[in-house]
């Protein structure tokens, strides 16, 4: 579909535009513009493209007519200025943009909601609006739900519908539908099937997820999920909905934080998503066998924990060639479990980062759900037939609560049982006894075993159980058995 510019003046948005003069009188510099431009006093302004440099830069201005504006200058440039300079600011919309019954609906930071046209959205007037102003606070994002336009403001959400007026908004209020609960981030705000997630947040009680759904809405994250919201300064989030497999998932970045928190709609429970970066390679010095199981060396620190993915490349022994979790044995040394006899050639053995979830923009595309990666601008296709991250292992970690049976005696944990799917691979499990302090070596578990268990677990009062897989089969476990 061919897209067209949005070049109307009386769009409240940022606009550049052409510059026919600038001229000073001591340090009041004065541009006229080409147009009659949406410029307002108190906004900020870039100037650039002027020979004489003092000009360039960024200003807070003086509006003296529908061409004209001053700023301040320093130093004596000459005057009037040379070049083929242009101007650019107006107002800073924010995340958002609504359509409804024919109109185009953007909001400001003040809070103002402007419509385009009927049924023009290249049109628009800059009388042609209303303002979000039952509660005090900016305006931080703007969206639809069901027929109503909503503002999103600091520390308030107001709600609208097209009420047909003749002369300015065709919006007016829904007066019982105002709410104290704002909005702490406009790029937290998604529609996923009809339904608006937020970061919201109350003077009284901090920051947590909202959904809303027609005019109803109530709070969908834990005390844990709010801690994180709350420790975090905002200054960077993604957000978008997707819908895969039978489940339709909030994904939320904090990039301060380094975290992507995922809440399931379906079983309205959280998650975390991340990304692994492969750190650079470091040289295998050897690999020895046992028969059940390979020790790595390498020649410098490896980096690695207990647990870990890592991937070895060069093996003679082709079977190695892959991604394994890694025992830890010291800085120098990891194993492996497997039965292949011991390789040759030039060996590397590759680590991974883990960070927050890479993906920062979603868009269903011919049948296809694509995601945006932050850095490296290609798109990615999310499906349930890959098992891999754009060729990185997914390192997958599920974390029991503390475990007591009831009682503060000691106990015996004789097994513990994976329930799942059967797949030709591998997991670990280890556990920790103090608070996840500090955690057991890590066990082996074979997860295409008739029964897939580990043994001899030990005695335990309180003990939390961690899973780790870094494969690239289609992994579905259920629960963990824990026999005594």
């Given at each position: ?20 003069s600038?001229?000073r009188s001591?340090?009041?510099?004065t ?10 006093s ?6 650039a ?9 960024n200003?807070?201005?003086t ?6 504006f001053?700023y301040?200058?320093?130093g004596t440039p ?7 300079i242009?101007a ?6 924010v ?5 409804l019954?024919?109109y185009f ?11 385009s046209a ?7 007037n800059a009388?042609?609006?209303?303002t ?24 308030s959400?107001e ?5 047909a007026?003749?002369v300015?908004?065709?919006?007016s209020p829904?007066?019982n539908?105002f ?5 702490a ?6 529609n996923?099937d009809?339904?608006l ?13 909202y ?5 109803q809405?109530?709070?969908?994250s ?5 801690r ?6 905002l200054?960077?989030v ?10 339709s ?15 399931d ?8 998503w ?13 690999i020895?066998?046992?028969g059940?199981q390979?020790?790595v ?5 490896h980096?690695l ?11 003679s022994?082709?079977?190695y ?7 830890v044995v ?8 497997t039965?292949l006899a ?10 991974y980062?883990?960070?927050?979830f890479?993906y920062?923009?979603?868009?269903f ?11 490296n601008?290609n798109?990615y296709?999310?499906?349930?037939q890959a ?5 990185n292992?997914i ?8 475990i ?8 015996v944990?004789?097994?513990i049982?994976?329930?799942g ?5 591998t ?5 920790s006894d ?8 890590v ?9 897939s ?26 629960s ?5």
């Amino acid at each position: 579909m061919p897209l067209t510019l949005i070049t109307d003046t009386d769009y409240p948005g940022k606009h550049t535009y052409n510059v026919t003069s600038i001229t000073r009188s001591g340090s009041v510099a004065t541009v006229t513009t080409a147009v009659s431009s949406a410029l307002a006093s108190g906004m900020t302004v870039t100037i650039a493209g002027a020979v004489e440099t003092e000009y360039n830069g960024n200003f807070v201005i003086t509006v003296t007519g529908a061409t004209t504006f001053t700023y301040t200058v320093t130093g004596t440039p000459a005057t009037p200025a040379t070049g083929t300079i242009t101007a650019y600011g107006g107002k800073v919309t924010v995340p958002g943009i609504v359509y409804l019954d024919g109109y185009f609906f953007v909001m400001d930071e003040d809070a103002r909601i402007y419509n385009s046209a009927l049924g023009d959205g290249s049109s628009w007037n800059a009388l042609e609006f209303i303002t979000a102003e039952k509660e005090p606070g900016s305006g931080k994002a703007i969206a639809k739900s069901a027929n109503y336009v909503i503002a999103f403001k600091s520390w308030s959400t107001e709600f609208f519908y097209d009420a047909a007026n003749a002369v300015g908004s065709p919006l007016s209020p829904v007066d019982n539908g105002f709410t104290l609960v704002g909005c702490a981030s406009g790029t937290s705000v998604t529609n996923l099937d009809g339904t608006l997630f937020w970061i919201a947040q109350t003077r009284q009680k901090g920051r947590s997820v909202y959904m809303m759904e027609a005019l109803q809405q109530g709070m969908v994250s834990t005390p844990d999920v709010d801690r994180i919201l709350n420790a975090d300064d905002l200054s960077t989030v993604y957000s978008y909905g997707i819908k895969i497999a039978g489940h339709s998932f909030y994904v939320l970045t904090l990039v301060n934080s380094n975290i992507t928190l995922v809440y399931d709609a379906a079983s309205k429970a959280w998650q975390e998503w991340s990304s692994l970066t492969p750190r650079a390679s470091v040289s295998v010095s050897s690999i020895t066998s046992n028969g059940i199981q390979a020790t790595v060396t390498t020649a410098v620190a490896h980096g690695l924990s207990d647990g870990d993915p890592v991937t070895i490349a060069g093996a003679s022994v082709s079977s190695y060639n892959t991604t394994w979790q890694a025992k830890v044995v010291s800085s120098t040394v990891f194993k492996l479990d497997t039965t292949l006899a011991a390789p040759t050639g030039t060996i590397t053995a590759v680590g991974y980062d883990e960070t927050y979830f890479k993906y920062t923009k979603y868009v269903f595309c011919s049948g296809k759900d694509l995601v945006l990666h932050e850095t490296n601008g290609n798109l990615y296709e999310i499906t349930e037939q890959a098992y891999t991250d754009a060729g990185n292992p997914i390192d997958v970690l599920a974390r029991t609560d503390k475990i007591d049976g009831g009682t503060v005696g000691n106990k015996v944990m004789n097994t513990i049982t994976v329930v799942g799917n059967k797949i030709d691979d591998t997991a670990q499990i280890r556990w920790s006894d103090d608070d996840c302090q500090t955690f057991s070596a890590v066990r082996t578990v074979d997860l295409g075993a008739k029964v897939s268990q580990v043994r001899r677990c030990g005695d335990f009062t309180r003990r939390s159980i961690e899973f780790r897989y870094a494969g690239s089969n289609p992994l579905q476990v259920a629960s963990l058995e824990l026999e005594g």
